[in-house]
């Protein structure tokens, strides 16, 4: 199994009624609501930047990244939509669209890549502290197995990118 289907996989079970389970079913509360209007604002920021780089990048490494990025963002937007019962991310303001507006505006080659890589870290490290922010405050066993699984790949995703910043820097 590819690590795109294990990831899908291990967020379709963390989406299986509460009731289902024996657990008594409960409604978004502001924790929940926060959390997922955080990390789909965060996440659209690393989803939108990703789809130009999957254009303008010229390192291999950082283009396959991009690629990666920009389709688990897709699939984690969706999880989190479905989990949170909403229809629409928030669209990015402020950092975020700034960073897509600067990345959209750089021409293609090495100094493109690294601030793709730049805003990439800066962006995980922001998901990293909405998951953390949520997993020690929220309650709700959907939203914390969704905030944990993110936690890990963010994480994982930090550790690839400072490889590609060195490799490429």
Same mark, same amino acid.
């Given at each position: 199994m590819n690590?795109?289907?294990l990831i899908q996989s291990a967020l379709a079970a963390s989406l299986v009624p509460t009731s289902v389970l024996g657990q008594?079913?409960?409604?978004?509360?502001?924790l929940e609501a926060k959390h997922a209007s955080e990390t789909l604002e965060a996440g659209t920021v690393a989803l939108e930047t990703s789809r130009v780089a999957m254009n303008k990048a010229t390192d291999a490494n950082v283009k396959r990244f991009?690629?990666?990025e920009a389709a688990e963002q897709e699939t984690?937007? +969706?999880? &989190?939509?479905?989990? @949170?019962r909403i229809s629409d991310a928030p669209k990015p303001s402020g950092d975020g669209? +700034?960073? &897509?507006?600067?990345? @959209?505006?750089?021409p293609a080659g090495k100094s493109y890549d690294l601030a793709y890589v730049k805003g990439q870290i800066d962006g995980h490290n922001l998901l990293l502290q909405i998951q953390e922010a949520y997993l020690?405050?929220?309650?709700?066993?959907?939203?914390?197995?969704?905030a944990a699984l993110a936690r890990g790949h963010i994480k994982e995703h930090l550790a690839n990118l400072e490889i590609l910043q060195k490799a490429i820097g």
């Open positions: 690590r795109r289907s008594s079913s409960q409604t978004t509360t502001s991009a690629q990666f984690v937007a +969706a999880v &989190i939509k479905d989990a @949170a669209k +700034a960073m &897509i507006d600067t990345l @959209a505006s750089l020690s405050t929220g309650k709700d066993a959907t939203h914390r197995s969704i």
